[in-house]
């Protein structure tokens, strides 16, 4: 449970509250649950603070000298909390026996909701990776038998954890890509090369975004001068290649 960006409380203090109810004691809720006095203190007092009212209180006289309750708004917190806490083992226990048929579009909904950038992005599986002294090159295979080439930072490869088996993102910025449509023998230092055929071709007042068609599916965009799209007589159905270096390439992880 959290109001704002505090957390409030979780099961911890829930069964702090109800071990006060039931013993109208904060030393012996503190003691029943394996921790301090102060500590009791501490998360009763941030969970008055955070909920804007009081939630256990002092009693004073009495046969013991006094002792602590909760308040009504403190009962209720705990009725709550229990059934919230019954309808998230039900929804658990639902999603297991679907697990089957959810757990790859819960894999899939998690990757399309990340937000960057860059126009190309890829999702694909670590093949190899050649350490070198400073940096690495990693080779990353993604759909439709196609592998992208990556140079990043021995540091990135550690913290990034990767190595072959692993799944990884792709991002290239459409600006980086360099869009060839007949090599006549020609060859290039750009480790990277993907060949599709043009879906789309989007003019603007200056440069033109060319999207191409993938084989195997996916697509990848490119954004080229207007000047450049005209000289390579670029249209919808004609080949051509898309053209990225290694160290253009963005290589992220799943959280």
């Known amino acids: 449970m959290t109001v704002g960006d505090e957390k409030f409380g979780g099961p911890g203090r829930v069964e702090l509250l109800a071990a006060i109810a039931s013993t109208g004691s904060i030393s012996q809720a503190a003691k029943a649950l394996g921790i301090s006095y102060k500590g009791a203190w501490d998360a009763i007092d941030a969970m008055n603070n955070l909920a804007g009212e009081t939630l256990v209180e002092r009693v004073t006289g009495g046969k013991g000298g006094g002792g602590t309750r909760l308040t009504a708004r403190g009962a209720q917190l705990i009725r709550n909390f229990r059934a919230i806490e019954q309808l998230h083992r039900q929804f658990v226990a639902q999603l297991n026996e679907q697990a089957g048929n959810l757990s790859a579009d819960l894999t899939l909904i998690g990757r399309l909701n990340m937000k960057t950038s860059a126009r190309n992005q890829f999702f694909g599986t670590v093949s190899r990776v050649q350490p070198g002294a400073v940096n690495d090159e990693v080779d990353i295979d993604i759909a439709g038998g196609h592998k992208i080439v ?5 540091e990135s490869t550690d913290s990034l954890g990767l190595a072959p088996g692993a799944q990884a993102f792709v991002l290239i910025k459409a600006s980086s890509i360099i869009l060839m449509t007949a090599a006549d023998g ?13 879906a789309r071709l989007t003019p603007g007042a200056v440069n033109t975004e060319v999207v191409l068609d993938l084989a195997g599916g996916g697509t990848i965009a490119a954004i080229i001068t207007n ?19 290694a160290s253009s390439v963005i290589v992220g992880v799943p959280a």
């Open 150 to 154: 990556a140079i990043v930072t021995r």
């Open 186 to 198: 020609a060859r290039f230092s750009a480790r990277n090369r993907l060949e599709g055929t043009v």
């Open 227 to 245: 000047e450049s799209a005209r000289a390579l007589e670029l249209a919808e159905g004609k080949t051509a290649t898309a053209m990225f270096k």
